[in-house]
């Protein structure tokens, strides 16, 4: 999870230009960091404590498929990096 804030922020210095929008881009990666832990803790702690098998199951498929999905738009900003990197 680390290197995967610390690629977004490289990528942001790297695509803008102005300190402002690199500063309002890197402000938008930490809140979605946060609101993601948040919503993972959240749902391993308190949700998944009394729920029906069948809802853990649900519940644990959905943060499995958000991690997922997390992975795949770290590797597509990765590719993105490498492609303005040897421009």
Same mark, same amino acid.
């Given at each position: 999870?680390? @290197? @995967?804030?610390? @690629?977004?922020?490289?990528? @942001?210095?790297?695509?803008?230009?102005?300190? $402002? +929008?690199?500063?309002? *881009?890197?402000?938008?990666?930490?809140?979605? %960091?946060?609101? #993601?832990? +948040?919503?993972?803790?959240?749902?391993? $702690?308190?949700?998944?404590?009394?729920? +029906?098998?069948?809802?853990?199951?649900?519940? $644990? #498929?959905? $943060?499995?498929?958000? !991690?997922?999905?997390?992975?795949? !738009?770290?590797?597509?900003?990765?590719?993105?990096? *490498?492609?303005?990197? %040897?421009?």
């Amino acid at each position: 999870m680390y @290197a @995967a804030h610390i @690629a977004l922020m490289g990528a @942001a210095v790297q695509i803008l230009d102005e300190r $402002l +929008a690199v500063s309002i *881009a890197w402000s938008g990666i930490a809140l979605v %960091s946060l609101v #993601l832990a +948040a919503s993972s803790a959240k749902v391993l $702690l308190f949700d998944l404590s009394s729920a +029906a098998p069948l809802i853990r199951i649900g519940s $644990l #498929l959905v $943060l499995g498929v958000t !991690m997922y999905v997390g992975g795949w !738009m770290y590797k597509k900003v990765e590719a993105m990096d *490498a492609e303005v990197t %040897s421009k």
